[in-house]
């Protein structure tokens, strides 16, 4: 359970990096529908990180 802790901040870091990098793509290739599902990714990558690092903080 503990490695699962440690891990969901990283979990965060990789949802919000893969989300910029294929929303930008898609943003500049004109594919405005899949640009928006992989923008919207980003928020929900900064709300897993966040709740990862509280976690990771107040288990400590």
């Known amino acids: ?3 699962i802790f440690n891990s969901v901040p990283y979990l ?3 949802i919000i990096a893969v989300g910029m990098v294929a929303g930008f ?3 500049f290739t004109d594919a405005d529908e ?3 599902y ?4 980003i928020p929900v ?3 897993i ?3 990862g690092v509280v ?3 107040l288990r400590r």
Do not use: D, Q, S, W
């Not at 992989?38 to 990714?41: P, Y």
């Open 49 to 51: 990180l966040f709740v």
């Open 45 to 47: 990558g900064f709300l």
């Open 38 to 41: 992989f923008l919207a990714m």
């Open 12 to 14: 965060g870091a990789l």
């Open 1 to 3: 359970m503990l490695k």
């Open 25 to 27: 793509y898609y943003l």
């Open 55 to 57: 976690t990771n903080m």
């Open 34 to 36: 899949m640009a928006k």
